[in-house]
Structure formats: C-alpha cells, structure tokens
C-alpha cells in the first residue's frame, strides 16, 4: 500500500513539473523581450515567440540558424567578440550588455536596435557545449533618439575612445574598439600599452607619440597644433587576433579643449586592414612579376656577355627569316663572329681574362647595333647577329659587321692585374634568300667565317648576292 501511495506521489509531481515546465514555456512565449539560446557554433537550439516574430521564421524553422546571419558585419564581430569572451573558461564574468542593431530581413524592412542581455549557462552536456543565452529588448520606440546616435558610434567600422592626459581610456564610445584592439576591458587602461604589446618594434615611435599628448595637456591649442603632425608617426599598426583575423589600424589624436586648453583626447582608430592587405597583394604581385621577370631574363640573356641565348634566337631569327621571305624587310643577314685564338687567351692569362673578353666584345657589340637586331652569343667564343633592314637607307650585315670587328681590334681589353689584351676577330656574313631557313643560314654564315679564318683570321668574309 505504501509502494501504491509513492507512486501515486511520483506521478503527482512529474505531472507538476510538465505543468511547470510548460507554464514557462508558455511565459517565455508570450514575453515580448527576444528570447534565444545558442550551441558553440552559435546556431539557435531554442528560440521564443518574439525571435521567431523578428526573424519571419516558424518554432521549428528557428532550430539550428545561425544567430550571427541577422546581424550587419561590423556587428557579428562585437557578437561574436564579447561571446568568445564568456565561453573562454579563463573568464570570470558570466554575462554581459551590449546594444546592436539586427539586420532587417528584407530591403523594406530597416535595422531594429535592441539592448542584449547576454549570458552564459552551466556547462549541459558535451555535445552542446557551451550554452548561451541571449534576452533582446526592442529599444527603437523607447530611446529612438539616442539610438540613431549610439548605433553609429556602435556600427561604423572605426574605433571611438577617450584618453586623458597620460593616454589612459576614459570612455569607449564604438563598441568596435573592443574587435579592434582585441580586448574585452578596456576603460582604465592604458592605450599606449595595448599598442606596445602588438607592435614591439615600434615601441619608440609609440612612446614619442604619446609623450606629445601628455605634454601638450593643459596648454593651449595652437600648441597641439605646432606638433601635430609628429604624431603621424605612428601610421599602420598590426593587433593580433585569433588565427587569419589579424587587423591593422591607423590611430589619430583630436584634442578635447577646455577653456582653450587640451583637456583630453578623442582617439580615432580606423580599421585599415582591407588596404594594408590589398597593398600587401599588389606588393607581392610585383615582387612575382619581378621574379618572373628574372627568371625569363636568365633563359633568354647570357649573363656574361647581356646578349641573348641560343634559346631566343630560335624563335626571334625564324620570325625575322619568314618576314624576309614575305617580303616585309629590304635584307635580312646573318653574321658569325669568332674571337681569334681564343684558346691562347684563356690557357695563357686564365679562364677570368676570357670571360673579360667575351663581356667586353658583347658591349662592343651592343654599342654597335640597335635595338631591332638580334645578337646571340652561339656558345664558347661565337656570336650570331640577325641585322634586319627595311630600306636602302640602313646601314647592311657588311658594314655593321666590319664595324665590330675594326672597332674590336682597336680597343684594349683590361684583363686585371693592370693588363690590357688586344683580340681580334673574325666573321662570315650570309643573306636570307627565298629558300633560307635558320639552319641553312647559320650554315652559310659559318662556312663564311672559315673562310675569313683560313685566309688569315681579324677579317669579314661576305656572300655574294648570287651566294657564292
């Protein structure tokens, strides 16, 4: 019978319980406060009346969505700043308020302003994680006034404080000070510090700047004025933040007078991240297109003589070769050089006096030729020339080439060790005909230069105009 009469008592107050649970259900219903809790991703697991109202959603609709979507950018991150604040377990404080607007829903639906209670739950279970709830309160009717200018203050994405004197904040006037500088507290404590901690290596230019501020307290305007522009010091500085959130800002000093004299400072902090990083990618774009740049040079320059390599001379002579044949140029001629006995000069003087001569022929070279010739180093002690010419005004591949070679046998060539070295050398010249491709041309052009060679070497061999 006892057993009969407990269990009628259990049921008893498991009835009450559903009844006391539903009466709360209903009472948080029926409140016209908006009533939210969030899981550790920050998704609604439990919504009232009122939100699902705001939010033009149904009870189970609410399940799950993102509370942070209904909120503008700039907001989301002072949500989701003073949240991370509460669920971090080094933190004492288990709630704070906060006034941000929530996004309307739809374009003809403007922001509302509400006042947000924000608290943070016993720990439920492990697979929710840390609970928080949030109790929204509509102020839109009730302070519209001040709201219009508190909701700028909290939504623009810049940093509004005061500093006294020694630079400690007074008042935070934008809640984006704290996303900005990456701090809960703010107020009693100094800025120069929080500046010095992110920027060690500019702690000299810190210190200069605000050793002006607490200098020119007290005194006149025109005083801050005359050294104003010492505290543009200070430009771009980097507050650290979790991982890939790191921004950079740009602070600013206004003098607050009193009686014409600096009483306080009102700090601007602009949010310059978007640029810094922007400047950054367009560095880093240089830097490539340097790098590219380098690297195309070293596939088509000889690094010893600056004239181009084999490797350009494929494609630049055959395009000049097909221009030729179509008839676009007046004479197209390929001449091959060759440094006499240049083998004596390297087992004689050493390999450093050769590469002393190949750098002085190839400026001899350039200062001999325009831009619109092709000169190549071939390899070893040979260099191939394409001398394009559009009229019968150009100077022709004979006299260009005589002109190289006389002027390279009148010319002294520091070796080190204050030693000169005359070089001469030697040269076949070859016309592109009809039929020429690069091969048979380069052929034509080296059978030229052995003749120069066997006939006594420091001479231009030239092809006829019947090729011979």
């Known amino acids: 019978m006892n057993n009969h009469n407990e269990l009628i008592a259990s049921h008893r107050v498991l009835s009450m319980l559903e009844s006391a649970c539903e009466y709360n259900e209903q009472i948080l219903d029926n409140i016209p406060s908006v009533f939210v809790m969030l899981n550790a991703d920050n998704r609604v697991i439990r919504a009232n009346q009122a939100f ?31 949240l991370q604040h509460l669920r971090d377990k080094s933190t004492k404080e288990s709630s704070v308020r906060i006034k941000l607007e929530i996004a ?3 374009e003809d639906q403007p922001a509302k302003p509400f006042f947000w209670r924000v608290f943070r ?25 001040e709201l219009k200018l508190m909701s700028i203050f909290s939504s623009i994405p810049l940093g509004l404080m005061v500093v006294d004197s020694s630079g400690t904040i007074t008042e935070v006037l934008s809640e984006y000070c704290h996303v900005l500088l990456n701090k809960h507290q703010l107020v009693g404590t100094r800025l120069q510090d929080t500046l010095n901690r992110h920027n060690p290596e500019l702690h000299n230019e810190i210190k200069q700047a605000f050793d002006i501020l607490e200098d020119c307290a007290g005194k006149f305007m025109p005083h801050f004025t005359a050294r104003e522009s010492s505290l543009g010091r200070i430009g771009q500085l980097k507050i650290e933040g979790a991982a890939y959130s790191d921004k950079w800002i740009k602070p600013r000093f206004q ?12 700090v601007i902090l602009e949010d310059i991240t978007a640029s810094y990083l922007a400047q950054r990618q367009i560095e880093k774009a240089d830097m490539l297109g340097k790098q590219a740049q380098a690297l195309y040079d070293c596939a088509i320059r000889d690094p010893l003589s600056g004239l181009y390599t084999r490797l350009f001379m494929n494609d630049s002579v055959s395009r000049l070769i097909a221009s030729a044949k179509r008839g676009s140029l ?19 003087y050493g390999h450093d006096a050769g590469d002393r001569v190949i750098r002085a022929f190839g400026n001899i070279i350039r200062a001999c030729t325009r831009d619109t010739d092709v000169c190549v180093r071939f390899g070893g002690e040979e260099f191939v020339l394409a001398l394009p010419c559009n009229n019968t005004n150009e100077q022709g591949g004979a006299i260009v080439a ?5 002027k390279l046998a009148s010319t002294p060539i520091d070796i080190g060790d204050g030693k000169t070295l005359n070089v001469t050398t030697s040269c076949g010249v070859a016309y592109c005909h009809k039929s020429d491709t690069l091969e048979t041309l380069l052929q034509r052009s080296d059978k030229y230069l052995y003749v120069a060679k066997h006939n006594g070497k420091n001479q231009v061999c030239i092809e006829s105009a019947e090729g011979e």
Do not use: W
């Open 402 to 406: 005589e002109r190289i070679r006389a």
């Open 255 to 266: 003098p607050i007078a009193k009686n014409n004299t600096v009483d306080r400072y009102m």
């Open 52 to 82: 699902c109202d705001l939010v033009g959603c149904t009870m189970e609709g609410a399940l799950h969505l993102d509370f942070t979507a209904y909120f503008t950018s700039e907001n989301a991150d002072i949500l989701l700043h003073h």
């Open 330 to 348: 007046h004479e197209l001629s390929i001449v091959m050089f060759d440094l006499d006995s240049f083998k004596s000069v390297n087992d004689t």
């Open 104 to 106: 309307g829903t739809s």
């Open 121 to 145: 739950l016993g720990h439920i279970s492990e697979a929710e994680g840390q609970v928080i709830s949030l109790v929204g309160d509509d102020l839109s009717v009730l302070y519209q006034s």
